[in-house]
T-cell receptor
Framework: GAGVSQSPSNKVTEKGKDVELRCDPI?????LYWYRQSLGQGLEFLIY????????KSGLPSDRFSAERTGGSVSTLTIQRTQQEDSAVYLC?????????????FGPGTRLTVT | QKEVEQDPGPLSVPEGAIVSLNCTYS??????FMWYRQYSRKGPELLMY????GNKEDGRFTAQVDKSSKYISLFIRDSQPSDSATYLC????????????FGTGTRLLVSP
């Protein structure tokens, strides 16, 4: 079946602009995760959604970052007033249930460049 | 100090070599240990996971966990040029939501 998809694949924006990144998880997966991958930094956890529960936002780096998940499926990560340090690859992953969160399936990522 | 340390490489080996990739960690609460492979401009894909200490083998890949030393390894036998990628270790706790903590990744280059 189809894997996790993300759009856009690349985004170049000017400092101070808002951006929206989209993630379509694997159908039926109840858990959805956002990570950020910066050069030489590895993957950094941002936010986690599980079903209808309140999201775990403990990894969001500032209040400029927010995310929502509509209808338990598609998720949007929004970055307001972008800064150059926001430049990174933003990865989305999904998994079946909370208990199997190690089996996370990743999308190809959105490469964000803030000029 | 990072919770998970991983040598960024690059690690260059000839085709057919045995490759050893390693991570160390500081948090003794970690219970699940994973290895992901990431090709350039792609998302990570899960290769193997291990619960607690011990070994796990899958084809040419063997994962080892030594919790007493807080050290995990991934061995690749008979390495192929197609194994050239970045290998990320990841781990999590066994309570509540298991946030994955990743190493920075080791870039592996296998030359024909």
């Amino acid at each position: 079946g189809a894997g996790v998809s993300q759009s856009p694949s690349n985004k170049v924006t000017e400092k101070g602009k808002d951006v929206e990144l989209r993630c379509d998880p694997i159908s039926g997966h109840t858990a959805l995760y956002w990570y950020r991958q910066s050069l030489g930094q590895g993957l950094e956890f941002l936010i986690y959604f599980q079903g209808n529960s309140a999201p775990d936002k403990s990894g969001l780096p500032s209040d400029r970052f927010s995310a929502e998940r509509t209808g338990g499926s598609v998720s949007t990560l929004t970055i307001q007033r972008t800064q150059q340090e926001d430049s990174a690859v933003y990865l989305c992953a999904s998994s079946w249930t909370r208990g199997s969160s190690y089996e996370q399936y990743f999308g190809p990522g959105t490469r964000l460049t803030v000029t | 100090q990072k919770e998970v340390e991983q040598d960024p490489g690059p690690l260059s080996v000839p085709e057919g070599a045995i490759v050893s990739l390693n991570c160390t960690y500081s948090n003794s609460a970690f219970q699940y240990f994973m290895w992901y492979r990431q090709y350039s401009r792609k998302g990570p894909e899960l290769l193997m996971y291990t619960y607690s200490s011990g070994n796990k083998e899958d084809g040419r890949f063997t994962a080892q966990v030594d919790k007493s030393s807080k050290y995990i390894s991934l061995f690749i036998r008979d390495s192929q040029p197609s194994d050239s990628a970045t290998y990320l270790c990841a781990m999590n706790r066994n309570t509540g939501f298991q946030k994955l903590v990743f190493g920075t990744g080791t870039r592996l280059l296998v030359s024909p």
